[in-house]
């Protein structure tokens, strides 16, 4: 089952780490580049006259930011990368969640990409960098959350309506939320920095310094404690939970920035940096583990498939394979498994004084332990008919070792004839499965069950039906359910009247190729249409010339 958690572990340590900076500045290790940044004559405090060169003076005047664009282009690719790993994800396990992520992350990215661009002066020259920087960041990070809110708020508001939506139309009310909040975002910095004033976003001895940043704030709570909970409720998997975690660190950016940033490139303002880059690490940090419990689920599942298909050989290996050469009697036969096992088989059995023995059993279910019971079952009348000559001895066995090794949880269906040497008779055991006898003119007599099916109750002898006048051109058919539920793509059950009909019409045919042509029958019905249940066909024809005893 996938996981709906990410490991506690990586829960606390982001927790950790989200408590990192705040912990740094209050043990006095703070990252402040804002005075030198705003009064580069402060160097004359630290070096002497003769230290001082205009390179010095560069470095001081530019180490706020070259830091800035560091930690930005950072965040940038980490969004970027983040987003694109998102929607692959997506592609592989339709996990509505990760194009959500993706969509955020990638034109998150993007517009940080744009904003130190704009900064750096390398687009256009932005002239109030005091204002322009905690401008912009707020507006990326409106937007960034109301692209997450807007993916996740119909989830959480008309969850059945959205659970009738296909994904395809749930991922296209995504991406075109993403991309009109991402050009609604690029067109206010856009039109602020080169067309309207700049509102001013930082008052340094106010007591919101940055009180833009207030409105991310706000709606971070709103998701971190209400919306993105229900969601994962709603859809839960280990993206959704990331989600749930990354409100962390974006609320502790928020309140840095919004609360305690003073001035460009002070402690908090890198803190929010910071910050910003592990909430877009979190969504990494799933799709890493995502893709190492995939990874670890195929492994597993190449392990079953190893498993199933050498069962599935050894299945194959019981049935009787060849021709058979027999005295008075054609017969033919094909079983195959609805999964990679089944629980269906058949068997023909050469018996003491020339008698001959013919057997289908459906075992309950079709998994790999039907599989396996009915290998036993096989495995016990086998031994039980070569020691014993009474076929209800030979059943009553049968059925109390059945009952002991299964303790009643499964149950195996079965008819068995054994046909007289001289083949003018048989008699047969029916446990919950009957059986056709197919006359050569053309009359149908059902071979009713006589007993329960074996496994299900060891209380009585199980009854034998004794049948005579079998005359050359007559047919013994077993089949499993299997057949006569097959369905057409249309719905239409092949049924027992088709088979019936299709044996009568194809009777001039020999046994062997009978059978094989009543394969190709079921299949070409079935196209497209895998069986729901396990097949199986047997059918014994009275030659013609029946033999000299």
């Not at 709906?4 to 340590?13: G, N, Q, S, T």
């Not at 004559?41 to 830091?67: M, N, W």
């Not at 071979?447 to 002898?461: C, R």
Request: aromatic residues 10%.
């Amino acid at each position: 089952m996938p996981s709906r958690y990410l490991p506690l572990w990586i829960v606390l340590a982001i927790c950790l780490a989200t408590t990192i900076p705040s912990l740094f500045g209050l043990a006095g290790w703070r990252l402040d580049l804002s005075e030198e940044f705003a009064v580069p004559k402060r160097v004359g405090e630290i070096y002497a006259p003769e230290e001082i060169s205009p390179r010095l003076l560069a470095y001081y005047q530019l180490a706020g930011p070259f830091t800035h664009t560091v930690l930005e282009w950072t965040a940038c690719c980490v969004a970027i990368v983040t987003g694109m790993f998102s929607f692959v994800h997506y592609r592989l396990k339709r996990d509505v969640t990760t194009p959500i992520i993706g969509t955020a992350l990638l034109l998150s990215g993007m517009l940080d990409g744009f904003n130190i661009l704009a900064a750096d002066r390398l687009t256009f020259p932005v002239k109030q960098l005091n204002d322009f920087v905690p401008f912009t960041w707020a507006v990326s990070r409106i937007f960034n959350v109301a692209i997450l809110l807007a993916g996740t708020l119909p989830f959480v508001l008309r969850p059945k309506q959205t659970r009738r939506r296909t994904q395809a139309h749930q991922l296209r009310s995504v991406l075109l939320f993403g991309l009109l909040f991402g050009l609604m975002a690029y067109g206010i910095i856009h039109l602020y920095s080169r067309k309207f004033e700049i509102p001013e976003a930082l008052f340094a001895d106010a007591r919101i310094p940055r009180p833009w940043d207030l409105i991310p704030l706000i709606l971070w709570l709103l998701a971190g404690l209400l919306v993105l909970p229900r969601f994962w409720k709603l859809q839960p998997s280990l993206f959704a939970h990331a989600l749930i975690v990354s409100a962390f660190p974006a609320i502790a950016t928020q309140m840095h920035m919004a609360f305690a940033s003073t001035a460009l490139f002070d402690h908090h303002f890198f803190c929010g940096y910071l910050l910003k880059i592990l909430t877009y690490s979190v969504p990494l940090v799933g799709l890493i583990l995502d893709y190492g419990n995939a990874h670890r689920s195929e492994l597993a599942l190449r392990e079953t498939e190893i498993k199933l298909d050498a069962a599935r050989q050894i299945a194959m290996s019981l049935l009787p394979t060849g021709e058979q050469h027999l005295d008075g009697l054609e017969v033919g036969g094909f079983s195959y498994a609805s999964e990679a096992v089944g629980g269906d088989y058949y068997d023909f059995l050469r018996l003491s004084r020339g008698r001959f023995g013919v057997v289908v059993g459906d075992v309950s279910g079709h998994d790999l332990a039907a599989s396996i019971l009915a290998s036993q079952t096989r495995a016990y009348l086998r031994a039980y008919a070569d020691s014993l000559d009474d076929l209800s001895d030979v059943f009553t066995r049968l059925n109390n070792a059945l009952v002991v090794d299964t303790q009643q949880r499964r149950f195996v269906t079965m008819f068995c004839a054994v046909i007289s040497a001289d083949r003018n008779s048989l008699v047969y055991a029916a446990a919950g499965h009957q059986g056709f006898l197919l006359r050569q003119s053309g009359d149908v007599e059902t071979l009713d069950s006589n007993f329960l099916p074996l496994g299900m109750t060891d209380q009585g002898k199980v009854e034998v039906t004794d049948l005579a006048g079998l005359r050359p051109g007559d047919s013994l058919l077993i089949v499993t359910d299997g057949i006569t539920e097959a369905l057409s793509p249309e719905g239409e059950q092949y049924g027992l009247t088709r088979l019936l009909e299709f044996l009568r019409q194809e009777s001039a045919r020999p046994v062997p190729d009978l059978v094989q042509r009543l394969q190709q029958n079921v299949n070409e019905f079935c196209t497209g249409i895998p069986p729901s249940d396990d097949v199986t066909v047997v059918l014994v024809r009275w030659k013609l010339s029946p033999p000299q005893v």
